[in-house]
């Protein structure tokens, strides 16, 4: 094993610090490495150890600097970067919430909550000495754990990388593979919702003309996470739905007459385009994005309403049937409604 890890202190807390900082780099498998290298005598597990609270201070200082700064958004930022970001959102909340600084303790074994807690910690305004004594006791018991690991299975690792070494080849096909082709997947997802974005906007001018028309139009607005309440204003006329459940909705019956304008807080509309997608992909023929998601809306001088409208209502009045994924809500017509489809 001794020439199997070019392993240093130094380069334990930098791998560390990165992973942090949301970096890919293993600092899981290089604390277990350094830990099997520490029983056979090439590094002492203490300093390791030592090297991997160091590295955590880092970077969860850095989040925290920022969650001080800019509160709430920067944990909305993660959440966003994860597969169900209103869910990860609360889930990070409620446990903050429920142990505060303990969270902290245990917060690196649990996905999410490692990198939303550091920030949420920042945003309630908790002192930079609690802090820094909560998170070091959290990197202790994380890097204590992988490097003990390490130290234990040393003589297993050991035939473990020979085997390894000897089916190099395989294992590269065996992973390289299908992490390639995910890679190519969302490469293709994002072409297509770039190209979505190009082809279908609707401006804040245009849509309220249609719906002072009377066009059959159902607004749907997807601001449950990123304003953090149930309460943040919207369009008149809009429902509120989560998008992860949007998205990964399997019933869909939305009439050929009614189109579908989506908007979120962003400019960039970067959730209204993966819900977009994917309600097209489930045969949604006529769905648009709202240029400039609310805030375009709202430079025009347009009105907004935290009296938002329900499902039901919205069902009622158009015919649709949107049965979510989740636990987000769902749009289904109420029984002998569905036939009533009165514009805006």
Same mark, same amino acid.
């Given at each position: 094993m001794t020439g199997a890890f070019e392993l240093t202190y130094t380069g334990i807390?930098?791998?560390?610090?990165?992973?942090?900082?949301?970096?890919?780099?293993?600092a899981i498998v290089i604390l277990i490495a350094a830990g099997a290298l520490s029983g056979h005598n090439h590094l002492n597990p203490a300093i390791v150890v030592l090297a991997g609270i160091l590295g955590c201070l880092g970077g969860d200082g850095v989040w925290f600097w920022l969650g001080r700064h800019w509160g709430n958004?920067?944990?909305?930022?993660?959440?966003?970067?994860?597969?169900? /970001?209103?869910?990860?959102? @609360?889930?990070?909340?409620?446990?903050?919430?429920?142990? +505060?600084? &303990?969270?902290?303790? =245990?917060?690196?074994f649990i996905p999410v909550v490692d990198g939303v807690s550091?920030?949420?910690?920042?945003?309630?305004?908790?002192?930079?000495?609690?802090?820094?004594?909560?998170?070091?006791?959290?990197?202790f018991l994380w890097s204590a754990a992988y490097v003990l690991l390490g130290v234990v299975f040393a003589d297993q690792l050991d035939r473990v990388i020979d085997a390894a070494q000897r089916l190099g080849t395989i294992l590269g096909v065996l992973i390289g593979v299908p992490l390639l082709s995910y890679i190519v997947w969302r490469a293709f997802v994002l072409v297509q919702m770039m190209r979505y974005l190009k082809r279908h906007r609707i401006t804040p001018?245009?849509?309220?003309?249609?719906?002072?028309?009377?066009?059959?139009?159902?607004?749907?607005?997807?601001?449950?996470?990123?304003?953090?309440?149930?309460?943040? /204003?919207?369009?008149?006329? @809009?429902?509120?739905l989560d998008p992860v459940g949007?998205? +990964?909705? &399997?019933?869909?019956? =939305?009439?050929?007459?009614?189109?579908?304008?989506?908007?979120?807080s962003s400019r960039d509309q970067f959730t209204s385009a993966r819900v977009a997608v994917a309600l097209r992909r489930r045969g949604a023929k006529r769905v648009w994005i709202l240029d400039g998601g609310l805030k375009g809306w709202q430079d025009q001088?347009?009105?907004?309403?935290?009296?938002?409208?329900?499902?039901?209502?919205?069902?009622?009045?158009?015919?649709?049937?949107?049965?979510?994924?989740?636990?987000?809500a769902s749009a289904a017509p109420a029984p002998g409604d569905s036939t009533n489809q009165s514009a805006y």
């Open positions: 807390g930098v791998a560390v610090f990165a992973r942090q900082l949301c970096l890919p780099v293993p958004r920067v944990v909305r930022m993660i959440c966003r970067l994860t597969s169900d /970001p209103r869910g990860s959102y @609360a889930k990070a909340n409620k446990l903050f919430q429920r142990w +505060g600084l &303990r969270v902290l303790l =245990v917060a690196k550091p920030p949420l910690a920042g945003a309630e305004g908790v002192t930079v000495q609690r802090f820094l004594l909560f998170d070091a006791g959290g990197g001018a245009l849509l309220n003309r249609r719906l002072e028309a009377g066009e059959k139009i159902a607004v749907i607005d997807l601001l449950g996470l990123e304003d953090g309440t149930e309460q943040a /204003p919207g369009i008149p006329g @809009a429902v509120r949007l998205r +990964g909705t &399997r019933h869909m019956t =939305v009439p050929d007459d009614v189109s579908m304008v989506l908007y979120c001088g347009f009105s907004v309403t935290t009296e938002l409208s329900t499902p039901q209502q919205v069902a009622a009045r158009l015919g649709i049937d949107l049965r979510l994924s989740r636990n987000g």
